[in-house]
């Protein structure tokens, strides 16, 4: 079966009940087919298709039905270590709709906290050279009073020696960020 081009659109996070509930727009190839609701209560996500007509709604269940067929298609998902009786063994669920949305969500907001993080390294290096392992979530800093741009064009030799400090100190993996050197 071909992995359908499914999106989540209009996406609202929010604190239910019990934990994080959610409220998107389910597209499948570009057309909106479903309304998604997870009231962060314990429950079941509602996945309600959507349509002018009665007809519209009903293909679109149809579309719906596939896409649950195609998510039990997909591997087994591993929920992490359970305690039974007096060892611990990884449990695994079967795919569905459900988690699948799921894992969308996630990969949207990983993908956001990503963007989010390098636009705040972005700005801090303006006044700072940062440095560390690359995708470790993480970095440090050596902070300066003035813009980097504006001690490059009156003390370069300042820079140079704080870069040269820098790079003799860096451990296994790490880099400097900076782009602006």
């Known amino acids: 079966m071909k992995k359908p081009n499914i999106e989540l659109k209009n996406v609202k996070e929010f604190q239910g009940r019990d934990w994080g509930g959610l409220n998107a727009d389910l597209y499948l190839d ?5 309304f998604v609701l997870d009231e962060g209560n314990g429950g079941e996500m509602d996945i309600d298709a959507v349509g002018k007509t009665k007809e519209e709604r009903e293909k679109n269940q149809q579309l719906l039905n596939g896409l649950e067929a195609y998510a039990k298609t997909l591997p087994k998902v591993d929920m992490g270590k359970v305690l039974t009786g007096v060892k611990e063994e990884n449990r695994f669920a079967d ?17 956001k906290a990503v963007k989010q993080a390098k636009a705040k390294m972005q700005k801090q290096m303006a006044k700072a050279i940062l440095y560390g392992v690359p995708n470790a979530n993480q970095y440090m800093s050596v902070t300066f009073k003035h813009p980097i741009a504006v001690i490059k064009a009156q003390a370069p030799d300042v820079l140079t020696k704080h870069v040269e400090a820098i790079k003799a100190k860096l451990g296994k993996g790490e880099v400097i960020f900076n782009t602006n050197l």
């Open 30 to 34: 570009g057309k909106k087919i479903a």
């Open 95 to 111: 795919m569905d709709l459900e988690m699948l949305i799921n894992e969308i969500v996630d990969e949207r907001n990983k993908a």
